[in-house]
C-alpha cells in the first residue's frame, strides 16, 4: 500500500513538470519576425555641421529646406578628465538647468543657428592633435506649439504620438 502512495505521488509530480515544460520550451523557443515597411514623417529635418579649430568645436543646426518650425537644444560629451566650456557670441544660445544649452529662436525651414562653440580645457601639455579627443555633440528638436494666445513655446516633454500602421509594403 505505501508503495502505491509513493508511485501516485511521484506519478502526480511528474504530471506537474510535464505540464508546464510545454510552456516553458515555447518561452525559450518562440521567436518574432517583422516583414514590411511603414514610413513615418516627423514633419522636421535637421541636420548637424560641426567644425573643428584650436580645441574649440564650432557646432550649427541647419533646418532642411521644408522643415517644419523648431526649437533646438545640444549639449556635448567627451571623457571625463576633461571639461567643456559653452559659448554663443551672439548670446542666442543659454544654458538649461538640464545640462542641454537651448537655442533662443525658432529655427524654420532653411534656417541656420548661430553657432555654439564648445572648448575642451585640461589638455595635456604633450598633446598636439585635437583628433585624438572626442568630443560627442547630442542635439533634439521639438515642434513649436502655440498657448491659446498664439504665443509660440517649446514642449521638451511631449511625446511623439504613435498609431498602429494598416497594411504596409513587403
Known amino acids: 500500500m ?3 502512495h509513493i508511485f501516485l505521488a ?14 516553458a520550451w515555447a518561452y525559450f523557443t518562440t521567436y518574432v519576425e517583422a516583414r514590411g515597411t511603414q514610413e513615418i514623417s516627423l514633419e522636421d529635418e535637421t ?5 573643428v579649430d584650436s580645441w574649440t568645436k564650432h557646432i550649427v543646426i541647419n533646418g ?9 537644444r545640444a549639449r556635448a560629451y567627451c571623457g571625463s578628465q576633461y571639461s567643456l566650456v559653452y559659448a554663443s557670441a551672439d ?12 537655442y533662443s529662436d525658432i529655427l524654420y525651414g532653411g534656417e541656420k543657428t548661430s553657432e555654439l562653440l564648445v ?20 542635439y533634439e528638436t521639438t515642434p513649436v506649439l502655440y498657448d491659446e494666445s498664439g504665443n509660440p513655446y517649446a514642449d521638451w516633454n511631449q ?12
Do not use: C, H, Q
Open 10 to 23: 511521484v506519478s502526480a509530480v511528474a504530471l506537474i513538470l510535464l505540464g508546464s515544460a510545454g510552456s
Open 2 to 4: 505505501k508503495k502505491k
Open 91 to 102: 548670446n542666442k544660445w543659454t544654458p538649461g538647468s538640464d545640462g542641454y544649452y537651448y
Open 47 to 51: 541636420t548637424v555641421e560641426e567644425k
Open 64 to 72: 532642411a529646406a521644408d522643415s517644419a518650425p523648431v526649437y533646438v
Open 119 to 138: 572648448r575642451i580645457e585640461n589638455i595635456p601639455k604633450d598633446v598636439k592633435d585635437a583628433s585624438e579627443f572626442n568630443v560627442a555633440v547630442i
Open 159 to 170: 511625446k511623439m504620438e504613435v498609431t498602429k500602421a494598416e497594411g504596409g509594403s513587403n
